[in-house]
């Protein structure tokens, strides 16, 4: 493997300069650029009616993510549709929870959260407001997942595709020109074999952050150098700084 010089890092520029990316890159040597292999869009109100859903007709809806709280405000507001006092919000974590503050008034009796990050950890609430009729507003390539505890409680809800995922332009040449690529979803990597149809690996290491992504890396034939989370590994630029330090050891 090649001494890592040139780093693609798919994720938008750190807002803030005390990111341990930087302290990385200065330490290696390294150049890094951040740069998003894919985008999320909102739908439009034409696409929506498309869906034939009816806002208004539910009691309560349910968040995956904060991109997903932006996307329904802003197609609520498209389609001049105001949230009822009555309306309760079950979030698939407090973060998700409380960035609804931005657009509702925050209160407890109708703002519901799970405490593990997933969807399991909103069973109890799920069961207690089972008379509800829910709305999951997701993303064109969404997991499945996302509704086997809903289906298991036996809840009224109904999937409401409000934002998709596309792929930014990159050219081919420019992704040759790294050492490594570093990747933190399956979209990512269906982003660089868009852009890149005759993409090899050889010597250029990959890396990611997440399960899915590391199979969705495997599943397109590459190989994986670098991965987050791991026991001791928690985060990317932990797994980052672990791999260039051997990686510059050998050269």
């Known amino acids: 493997m090649v001494k890592v010089k040139k780093i693609l890092i798919s994720q938008p520029s750190p807002k803030t300069e005390k990111s341990p990316y930087f302290d990385i890159a200065e330490k290696y040597k390294?150049?890094?650029?951040?740069?998003?292999?894919?985008?999320?869009?909102?739908?439009?109100?034409?696409?929506?009616?498309?869906?034939?859903i009816n806002i208004p007709d539910y009691t309560a809806v349910i968040f995956t993510a904060k991109v997903a709280i932006d996307h329904f405000f802003a197609l609520c507001e498209e389609l001049r549709i105001a949230m009822p006092e009555t309306m309760k919000y079950f979030c698939i974590s407090e973060a998700v929870a409380l960035y609804l503050q931005k657009y509702?008034?925050?209160?407890?009796?109708?703002?519901?959260?799970?405490?593990?990050?997933?969807?399991?950890?909103?069973?109890?609430?799920?069961?207690?407001?089972?008379?509800?009729?829910?709305?999951?507003?997701?993303?064109?390539?969404?997991?499945?997942?996302?509704?086997?505890?809903?289906?298991?409680?036996?809840?009224?809800?109904?999937?409401?595709?409000?934002?998709?995922t596309?792929?930014?332009?990159?050219?081919?040449?420019?992704?040759?020109?790294?050492?490594?690529?570093?990747?933190?979803?399956?979209?990512?990597?269906?982003?660089?074999?868009?852009?890149?149809?005759?993409?090899?690996?050889?010597?250029?290491?990959?890396?990611?952050?997440?399960?899915a992504t590391a199979k969705a890396i495997k599943d397109a034939g590459l190989r994986l150098d670098c991965e987050a989370p791991l026991p001791g590994m928690p985060s990317m630029t932990a797994a980052l700084e672990a791999f260039l330090k051997e990686n510059h050891k050998k050269k």
Request: net charge positive.
């Open 30 to 52: 390294v150049q890094m650029d951040f740069r998003p292999f894919i985008r999320v869009e909102g739908i439009d109100a034409k696409e929506f009616r498309a869906q034939k």
């Open 166 to 211: 596309v792929s930014n332009d990159i050219t081919e040449d420019e992704i040759m020109s790294y050492d490594m690529l570093i990747f933190f979803s399956p979209s990512g990597i269906a982003s660089l074999l868009k852009n890149a149809p005759n993409f090899k690996q050889e010597e250029r290491a990959i890396g990611c952050f997440g399960a």
């Open 104 to 164: 509702t008034v925050y209160r407890k009796r109708k703002i519901f959260f799970s405490t593990t990050g997933k969807m399991d950890g909103l069973s109890t609430a799920l069961t207690k407001h089972s008379k509800d009729k829910y709305l999951l507003p997701v993303s064109d390539v969404h997991q499945e997942d996302l509704t086997v505890v809903l289906n298991e409680k036996k809840i009224d809800y109904t999937k409401a595709v409000m934002y998709r």
